[in-house]
Nanobody
Framework: QVQLVESGGASVQPGGSLRLSCAAS?????MAWFRQAPGKEREGVAG???????????YYADSVKGRFTISKDNAKNTLYLQMNSLKPEDTAMYYC?????????????????WGQGTQVTVSS
């Protein structure tokens, strides 16, 4: 069983930046960030799969491309989401997801392990 603990959520003004972290307690292969805004379905934000153990292969939702960056520190077993140029529509609960296998479609919700979420609010 892998436990995921997210941190880094906060309230920021539009145009601001935040970095979310997700510490994993055990081995993970596929990892991703999802978010869920009030009254909306949960959606994939970014995913990362290791590529020969070197640079991770990354994927992004169109709505965050060019503004968000997903990365993983394998030594610390921690996933990050750097969020820049934040917009009010980025307001949501952000969840970390992980699996010990290759997921394939990064935005599927078939990940075996999920964190409790961290709240991001973008408002002036």
């Amino acid at each position: 069983q892998v436990q995921l603990v997210e941190s880094g959520g906060a309230s920021v003004q539009p145009g601001g930046s935040l970095r979310l972290s997700c510490a994993a307690s055990g081995y993970t292969y596929s990892m991703a960030w999802f978010r869920q805004a009030p009254g909306k379905e949960r959606e994939g934000v970014a995913g990362i799969f290791p590529n020969l153990g070197l640079v991770g292969r990354t994927y992004y939702a169109d709505s965050v491309k060019g503004r968000f960056t997903i990365s993983k520190d394998n030594a610390k077993n921690t996933l990050y989401l750097q969020m820049n140029s934040l917009k009010p529509e980025d307001t949501a609960m952000y969840y970390c997801a992980a699996d010990t296998d290759y997921i394939g479609i990064w935005y599927t919700e078939k990940y075996a392990f999920w964190g409790q979420g961290t709240q991001v609010t973008v408002s002036s």
